[in-house]
């Protein structure tokens, strides 16, 4: 597709249960960001994959967040034991490259996709 | 703490006229600042950008002016028009050392041009 594709677009989920949530990137962008976005704030950062591997999971909240990407592609975010306050827009932005010198950087334009909105009952 | 802030959560501004929309930072590693426009519903869209070596960016009606030691930096709509009401993020990036130009989003400005 010619954007960021996720889904799905609403996820109501009870708390406790595990939920997945997907992120089909721009084809041929190599570096993949997962965000999350709670009510009343900006965007906060989650991880980032570089390829299949993923060299900043600095903004996972908890071990209940994790993620992976197959094929240099298709990222997929999982929820263990949803809670109330994991409720947020989840975004995923993608980006041509990772930039290795600030040359680069408008290489790191991030484009996002609508976001999958997780509502936690 | 918030490391960009944007301290207007609303602007209203007339048809024709020029929008400023202003946001602040605290962390000198920033070296790269971009703006997004985001409608309801929709995810962020890429809006124009600017490189900590220069002070100006021009797009078309859009301007970002970058002062560094004061650490702010700015967006001019000229002239506004209706379609431009959404919300406006300011977003900055540094190298995170572990690989990642993460991206740290100010809580955004929801900018209304009233006709």
């Known amino acids: 597709g010619a954007g960021v594709s996720q889904s799905p677009s609403n996820k109501v989920t009870e708390k406790g249960k595990d939920v997945e949530l997907r992120c089909d990137p721009i084809?041929?962008?190599?570096?993949l960001y997962w965000y999350r976005q709670s009510l009343g704030q900006g965007l906060e950062f989650l991880i980032y994959f570089q390829g299949n591997s993923a060299p900043d999971k600095s903004g996972l909240p908890s071990d209940r967040f994790s993620a992976e990407r197959t094929g240099g592609s298709v990222s997929t975010l999982t929820i263990q034991r949803t809670q109330q306050e994991d409720s947020a827009v989840y975004l995923c932005?993608?980006?041509?490259?990772?930039?290795?010198?600030?040359?680069?950087?408008?290489?790191?334009?991030?484009?996002f996709g609508a976001g999958t909105r997780l509502s936690v009952l | 703490d918030q490391q960009v802030k944007q301290n207007s959560p609303s602007l209203s501004v007339q048809e024709g006229r020029i929008s400023i929309l202003n946001c602040d930072y605290t962390n000198s590693m920033f070296d790269y600042f971009l703006w997004y426009k985001k409608y309801p519903a929709e995810g962020p869209t890429f809006l124009i950008s600017?490189?900590?070596?220069?002070d100006k960016n021009e797009d078309g009606r859009f301007t970002v002016f970058l002062n560094k030691s004061a650490k702010h930096l700015s967006l001019h709509i000229v002239p506004s028009q209706p379609g431009d009401s959404a919300v406006y993020f300011c977003a900055a990036s540094a190298y995170s050392g572990a690989g990642s130009y993460q991206l740290t989003f100010g809580k955004g400005t929801k900018l209304s041009v009233i006709p």
């Open positions: 932005a993608s980006s041509r490259t990772s930039p290795g010198t600030s040359s680069n950087l408008a290489k790191n334009i991030q484009y």
């Open positions: 600017i490189s900590s070596i220069k």
């Open positions: 084809s041929g962008h190599t570096a």
